[in-house]
Every structure is written in structure tokens, then in C-alpha cells.
């Protein structure tokens, strides 16, 4: 079992925290009524995109350094300004004060998320992809095609606004990583995810199958096939963040549970809090 210290812990937190801040600057150029915004704070990032946008919290700030009621002010600041909750991601490796000083302001939890690693070997061998399957790098014609099965995938009625169309612009970040799995010509599944380069993290989401290709391990295939193309690009480990349990792609590969993240929330805007905690394990 591999021991998680902070500065690990540090390194997987840019899963969570480089994807929102490089969705930010994607929405600043196509979307600038939105108001997007992204600030450094405490060696992490404040992260605005849209009131009610799944994307836009405070993650990756006072592991590697302490978070001060200063900089807490700041991030409050920062989210009253536009309107919108404060939120915050923090681990079970962050100071005991900081939990103290979250308690006095009345943060409370409003989300659990589990936190999965694996470590990238770009020797690995990969069993083969499933029979009458081909998977290949998505083109950005595809990514509003793809961005579709993602959200069908998690919203089968339909995906409320401020999810629509989530997964579309990471096609146009440099790193971002897109695959698209094809049965008979016809797109069938999908899986994304982004190099962060300065830790050697591969952030993997955007996943999908369409319904009727279900069952056929595409998943755990396009999974491999991410996993193979980040080592290739330098990542050391692999990084998944999810509710609820881990996917069933994701066990059988050698994946184990870093830590939990606690989201919490109030109702007043302007004093709403968010708030990730974690719990730590490692790879077996």
C-alpha cells in the first residue's frame, strides 16, 4: 500500500482543480457573458463558471501551506462578488485548524465524492480491445456528438442546462485526451480526460456508453486505453473522482480509493459554504 503524504495528496488534487481552471479560460473566450473567472489563492485556485455551474469551487489550496482566516475571507470575497456560493475542497491531509476555522463559520457538508488513483507504467501491456470494437482519438467534430452521450449517460430525461454541453471544451485544451469506441462504424462510447503536465496526473472523466452498446466492456476498455495514452504523454498516476462508489471500469484495473471529499454548503448566498473532506488510503 503506498503511503499518500501531502505531497502527494497536492499532486492528485490538480484532478480536480486544473480541469475547472482550464474550462474557465475555454468559457472566457466563447462564453464571456457567463463571467468566468479564476483566481491563485494559497497555492491552489478559486474557480467561477456561472451561478449553479457544476464547475467553480476552491480546490488545491493549503495542503502544501497553511490556509489562513485571511485567505478564507478572500474566497468568500471572491464568490460574493458574483453572486454565488462560497465552496471549498479540502482532504484529510489539510491542518486540524482548518477544519476548526470552517466549523466557526458554519460551512457545513452538501457532497461526498470519492477520490481514485492507480499508478501509470508506460510498459504495461493492456489485454485487447473487445471483438467488432475500435477506438480511436475523438475528432472535434465529434465532441458535440460525444459531449451527448456523457449526458445521457448521467441524465437519461435529459441534462439540466448547466450541464449541457460540459464535455465540449475540452477538446479544445491542449492536453485534453479524447477517445470515442465505435461498433459497426457507429459511435457507441466515450472517455476523456486531461495531462497535468506540472504534476504528471492524468484527470480522467467524461465517460459514456450509449445505452443499446451497453454491457460490452467498453468502458474498461476505453479506461486502458486513456491509462496507455497518458504514461505515453509522462503521467505518473491516474486520477478518477466520483459519487458514490468507484466505476466497475475502474476496480478490476488496479484502482484504489485515495480519500473521500466532503462537499458542504450553506443557504445564504454570500455566506454559503462548501467544504471536500477526504479520506486516505492507498494502492494494494
Known amino acids: 500500500m503506498q503511503f499518500v503524504d501531502k505531497a502527494l495528496a497536492r499532486r492528485f488534487e490538480s484532478a480536480e482543480e486544473m480541469p475547472q481552471v482550464l ?10 457573458e ?19 455551474s457544476p464547475i467553480g469551487r476552491a480546490v488545491g489550496m493549503g495542503v502544501d501551506r497553511p490556509f489562513t482566516a485571511d485567505d478564507l475571507d478572500r474566497v468568500e470575497q471572491f464568490y460574493r462578488a458574483r453572486n454565488a456560493p462560497s465552496q471549498l475542497d479540502v ?15 458554519g460551512y457545513s457538508i452538501a457532497e461526498l465524492n470519492n477520490v481514485l488513483y492507480r499508478a501509470l507504467d508506460v510498459d504495461e501491456k493492456f489485454p485487447p480491445v473487445p471483438v467488432g470494437c475500435e477506438i480511436r482519438c475523438g475528432r472535434a467534430d465529434e465532441a458535440e456528438a ?16 448547466e450541464f449541457a454541453g460540459l464535455l465540449t471544451p475540452l477538446y479544445q485544451m491542449e492536453d485534453g485526451l479524447t477517445f470515442v469506441a465505435s461498433i459497426g462504424g457507429e459511435m457507441a462510447a466515450c472517455g476523456a480526460g486531461l495531462i497535468i503536465r506540472e504534476q504528471k496526473v492524468f484527470a480522467l472523466f467524461g ?13 474498461t476498455a476505453l479506461l486502458r486505453v486513456r491509462m496507455a495514452a497518458a504514461a505515453e504523454a509522462g503521467c505518473e498516476y491516474a486520477v478518477i473522482v466520483t459519487r458514490g462508489g468507484a466505476p466497475r471500469s ?35
Open 91 to 105: 482532504c484529510p491531509l489539510h491542518d486540524p485548524e482548518l477544519f476548526e476555522m470552517f466549523k466557526e463559520r
Open 23 to 32: 474550462y474557465v479560460r475555454v468559457f472566457q473566450k466563447v462564453h464571456p
Open 207 to 219: 465517460a459514456g456508453t450509449r445505452i443499446e452498446f451497453r454491457g460490452r466492456g467498453l468502458q
Open 250 to 284: 475502474a476496480m478490476p484495473s488496479g484502482w484504489a480509493f485515495a480519500w473521500r471529499i466532503a462537499r458542504s454548503r450553506s443557504l445564504r448566498i454570500g455566506r454559503s459554504r462548501v467544504v471536500v473532506l477526504k479520506c486516505v488510503m492507498g494502492q494494494s
Open 34 to 52: 457567463i463571467g468566468a473567472a479564476e483566481e491563485e489563492i494559497c497555492g491552489g485556485h478559486m474557480i467561477f463558471a456561472g451561478v449553479g
Open 146 to 161: 460525444a459531449s451527448g452521450i456523457v449526458e445521457r449517460a448521467f441524465f437519461p430525461e435529459g441534462a439540466p442546462k
